[in-house]
């Protein structure tokens, strides 16, 4: 069965930082195309940033140049590095690979302005 951890999350101060990670099992990580999402309050899931089928890598327009979506298949686990973080980031972060599988339960992130 495969299970998706996702960790790192937390109350941050708007310019600040963090940095999740999502540990996943019970399937062949490297080579999957996977990605982050984040569900505000209120609003639909949204695809973050993702590794595309070429291993190269994809933000939305709102994080990139802020984001940096990583891996280390050695630990089956991929990163998402957030910096200079703004209220609109406060979400439930989420991974999942592609196609996707049963969600995990997130992590919160809560930006104060």
């Known amino acids: 069965q495969v299970q998706l951890v996702e960790s790192g999350g937390g109350l941050v101060q708007a310019g600040g930082s963090l940095r999740l990670s999502c540990t996943t099992s019970g399937i062949i990580f490297s080579g999957k195309v996977m990605g982050w999402y984040r569900q505000a309050p209120g609003k639909q899931r949204e695809w973050v940033a993702g590794?595309?089928?070429?291993?190269?890598?994809d933000y939305v327009d709102s994080v990139r140049g802020r984001f940096t979506i990583s891996r280390d298949n050695a630990k089956n686990t991929v990163y998402l590095q957030m910096n200079s973080l703004k209220p609109e980031d406060t979400a439930v972060y989420y991974c999942?690979?592609?196609?996707?599988?049963?969600w995990g339960q997130g992590t919160q992130v809560t930006v104060s302005s």
């Open positions: 590794f595309t089928g070429r291993g190269s890598t």
């Open positions: 999942n690979f592609v196609p996707r599988v049963a």
